[in-house]
């Protein structure tokens, strides 16, 4: 039997079951199974299959919300910042997609996915809200131009890396022309082209 406490397990179960069967096929009780729990005790740790996925994000995918809220401006280079942040987000999205694509394949299972995490504080929108208030605090401080639209600027960041993982990621074999870490330098070179 695995020693590790009950919601570690079960965090850890769900992570799996999404990565390998996606968001939509995976159930709280087979959760359950696979953590080797009642339906009742995932429960005591969770709200639902939502609230899972979040936790799951969270905790057992690469620091991209993290990352996001902890990067301040005026500390290290705008470069070295967008760098990194394209790297963590290339890695996230990567991680994401295979978990989430499930739910763009049924209308009905999306709503339903939404409508739960709705009060969670989640959700694909945030990782942009979060990078554009940092590229506004770098435009404060005088090393983003002043009329640089920096929720464009953010949304086309996270959309360039959101893409390399439907492109190549996501598929058998796909191999992207970059490296990650070449793709994350040449990303925020680019943007910073733009802004700066």
Same mark, same amino acid.
């Given at each position: 039997?695995?020693?590790?406490?009950?919601?570690? =397990?079960?965090?850890?179960?769900?992570? $799996?079951?999404?990565?390998?069967? &996606?968001?939509?096929?995976?159930?709280?009780? *087979? /959760? +359950?199974?696979?953590?080797?729990?009642?339906?009742?005790?995932?429960?005591?740790?969770?709200?639902?299959?939502?609230?899972?996925?979040?936790?799951?994000?969270?905790?057992?995918?690469? =620091?991209?919300?993290?990352?996001?809220? $902890?990067?301040?401006?005026?500390? &290290?280079?705008?470069?070295?910042?967008?760098? *990194? /942040? +394209?790297?963590?987000?290339?890695?996230?999205?990567?991680?994401?997609?295979?978990?989430?694509?499930?739910?763009?394949?049924?209308?009905?299972?999306?709503?339903?996915?939404?409508?739960?995490?709705?009060?969670?504080?989640?959700?694909?929108?945030?990782?942009?809200?979060?990078?554009?208030?940092?590229?506004?605090? *770098?435009?404060?401080?005088?090393?983003?131009?002043?009329?640089?639209?920096?929720?464009?600027?953010?949304?086309?960041?996270?959309?360039?890396?959101?893409?390399?993982?439907?492109?190549?990621?996501?598929?058998?074999?796909?191999?992207?022309?970059?490296?990650?870490?070449?793709?994350?330098?040449?990303?925020?070179?680019?943007?910073?082209?733009?802004?700066?």
């Amino acid at each position: 039997m695995d020693q590790k406490p009950t919601r570690v =397990r079960i965090v850890d179960a769900a992570h $799996e079951l999404m990565l390998s069967i &996606g968001l939509a096929r995976t159930t709280t009780k *087979e /959760i +359950a199974k696979a953590a080797g729990c009642s339906e009742a005790a995932l429960y005591k740790y969770f709200s639902g299959k939502e609230d899972l996925f979040v936790t799951v994000l969270a905790e057992r995918l690469p =620091r991209l919300g993290g990352l996001l809220t $902890e990067v301040t401006a005026g500390q &290290g280079t705008v470069e070295g910042n967008l760098t *990194e /942040i +394209a790297r963590q987000a290339a890695l996230f999205y990567e991680q994401t997609f295979p978990m989430a694509a499930s739910l763009y394949a049924e209308p009905q299972l999306k709503r339903r996915h939404e409508q739960g995490v709705g009060g969670l504080e989640a959700g694909p929108h945030l990782p942009i809200q979060q990078l554009d208030a940092y590229l506004r605090s *770098e435009q404060g401080a005088g090393r983003v131009r002043a009329d640089a639209d920096t929720y464009a600027a953010a949304s086309l960041l996270l959309g360039a890396c959101a893409q390399r993982a439907f492109a190549y990621a996501a598929l058998p074999g796909g191999e992207p022309p970059q490296s990650l870490d070449d793709f994350a330098a040449s990303l925020a070179r680019t943007l910073l082209g733009g802004i700066s």
